[in-house]
């Protein structure tokens, strides 16, 4: 499954499927990207990080892409689980302005059984 | 081995009144955040400490005060309560990340104070 981004706030994907989460950032200065996970609950967690001088960086289950070109990012998660039912977060920030992170208005992924 | 830590996690007061939230971290970070959250989840950031120094402060009315005693605690208080104040407030960390490291100013959140003003 996959949302285009702030229009589309909610994602709904079958169990085993992969997830595309899309972000839209806005500061061209921008030199370092993060996405957080917040369960209902608790407080946003810490999932990948990129910085701008890298297009693709992979964790466990999950990839970032970066286009700088159109300000665009992404988190890919294969094999969507059921813990996996978040809302998804990304964060803008810039090294040179006092370390401030800018978050994304989020998106509501829930996996399907 | 809590990481990053709030009391209370509820806090429900009557309009007018004064409450003060905790923030704890044990991670040797050196900077410290406030941030709100509101109904529709979305993340306002309002303070932010450095080694005890204020060096983010968001428009933010001058009801709401920070107070760090040490780098490991950054605490907010709040003066006369009004209803637009209910949300999530969140305390955050992090420490600078190292040029070509590849690290970045990770910040990592506390699990939530939910405050309710009746």
């Known amino acids: 499954g996959e949302n285009v981004g702030l229009h589309l706030p909610t994602l709904s994907v079958q169990e085993g499927d992969n997830s595309i989460i899309n972000c839209a950032y806005s500061?061209?200065?921008?030199?370092?990207f993060i996405w957080y996970k917040q369960e209902s609950g608790k407080g946003p967690q810490f999932i990948i990080d990129i910085r701008s001088n890298m297009d693709k960086r992979q964790g466990q289950r999950v990839t970032v892409l970066l286009n700088k070109t159109v300000k665009h990012l992404s988190l890919q998660i294969a094999a969507t689980q059921p813990g996996d039912s978040a809302v998804y977060f990304c964060a803008e920030g810039d090294s040179g302005s006092a370390r401030q992170l800018t978050f994304g208005s989020g998106t509501q992924l829930t996996v399907l059984p | 081995d809590t990481a990053v830590s709030q009391t209370p996690k509820y806090l429900v007061t009557q309009m007018g009144n004064d409450k003060s939230i905790k923030c704890e971290q044990n991670l040797g970070h050196d900077t410290m955040y406030w941030y709100k959250q509101d109904s529709k989840k979305f993340l306002k950031i309002m303070f932010s400490?450095?080694?005890?120094?204020?060096?983010i402060n968001e428009t933010v009315p001058n009801r709401f005060s920070p107070k760090s005693p040490d780098k490991a605690h950054l605490n907010l208080h709040i003066n006369s309560l009004e209803l637009g104040d209910s949300a999530v407030y969140f305390c955050a960390s992090s420490q600078e990340g190292s040029v070509g490291t590849g690290s970045t100013d990770t910040q990592y959140f506390g699990p939530g104070t939910r405050l309710t003003v009746l």
């Open positions: 500061n061209s200065a921008s030199d370092y």
């Open positions: 400490y450095n080694n005890k120094e204020l060096i």
